[in-house]
């Protein structure tokens, strides 16, 4: 679960209020107070969600969300705000806003927007993956192929597959309980510590330095992350 989620909101108390909401639900919440130093920060990092005011100093949270989108920004966008005219609600939603509520609102209900919105926009970049390159490393998952400066990597068929639920979920924390679910469907004869096997494996193949990896990267006591930083 653990996303990460801009929040960009100018009312101190709603700061802090959305924040230890989401907090509790396990996200890594960072947050910007105007239009400008949101958009800045939003255009710089790597956020899931951003959940965006309507009204903000600086650049209204219209123009953030067109600019972001402009810019190629694909996470979802949930944008707050006190007006209910449906024709406003239009408008944010041709902008590129995903969902929308008004204030004031109930803390349960954002919250399960926030998570029904995540899983929406996972499944649709999931989709989209199909080669992705990182460091020294180049994959096609079509073509289940995967090179290393140029040369071809002898992969096999579940190390990819765990590579490319690594690469589905970057810069979230997998368990490996779900990767288990995910890549090995649970199969009564498959441990944990396979898992920490196939991992090593894909390390020795594409990480530079292995002791030190840069991008498949162990999160003590939870799992594992793919770091695109």
């Given at each position: 679960m653990n996303a990460r989620i801009l929040l960009i909101e100018n009312e101190p108390e709603l700061v802090v209020t959305v924040s230890d909401l989401l907090g509790a639900e396990g996200y890594q919440v960072e947050f910007a107070m105007d239009g400008p130093s949101g958009l800045a920060r939003a255009s710089s990092g790597q956020y899931e969600l951003i959940v965006l005011d309507a009204m903000l100093p600086g650049k209204t949270g219209s123009d953030v969300c067109r600019e972001l989108r402009q810019s190629g920004f694909?996470?979802?966008?949930?944008?707050?705000?006190?007006?209910?005219?449906?024709?406003?609600?239009?408008?944010?939603?041709?902008?590129?806003?995903?969902?929308?509520?008004?204030?004031?609102?109930?803390?349960?209900?954002?919250?399960?927007?926030?998570?029904?919105?995540?899983?929406?926009?996972?499944?649709?970049?999931?989709?989209?993956?199909?080669?992705?390159?990182?460091?020294?490393?180049?994959?096609?998952?079509?073509?289940?192929?995967?090179?290393?400066?140029?040369?071809?990597?002898?992969?096999?068929?579940?190390?990819?597959?765990?590579?490319?639920?690594?690469?589905?979920?970057?810069?979230?924390?997998?368990?490996?309980?779900?990767?288990?679910?995910?890549?090995?469907?649970y199969t009564a004869d498959i441990s944990s510590r396979t898992v920490d096997v196939h991992v090593s494996w894909l390390r020795q193949k594409l990480e530079r330095n292995t002791h030190q990896p840069q991008f498949i990267q162990t999160v003590r006591t939870k799992g594992y992350r793919f770091s695109t930083a």
């Open positions: 694909d996470g979802g966008i949930l944008m707050l705000t006190g007006n209910s005219e449906v024709a406003d609600r239009v408008i944010a939603l041709k902008l590129g806003v995903d969902d929308y509520m008004t204030k004031p609102f109930e803390p349960t209900e954002l919250a399960a927007r926030v998570e029904a919105l995540l899983r929406r926009v996972g499944r649709q970049k999931r989709l989209r993956v199909t080669t992705y390159r990182f460091g020294e490393v180049e994959v096609d998952f079509e073509r289940a192929e995967a090179y290393k400066r140029g040369q071809r990597i002898n992969i096999t068929a579940k190390e990819l597959e765990l590579l490319r639920y690594l690469v589905d979920n970057r810069d979230r924390v997998v368990t490996r309980e779900e990767i288990l679910r995910n890549v090995w469907q």
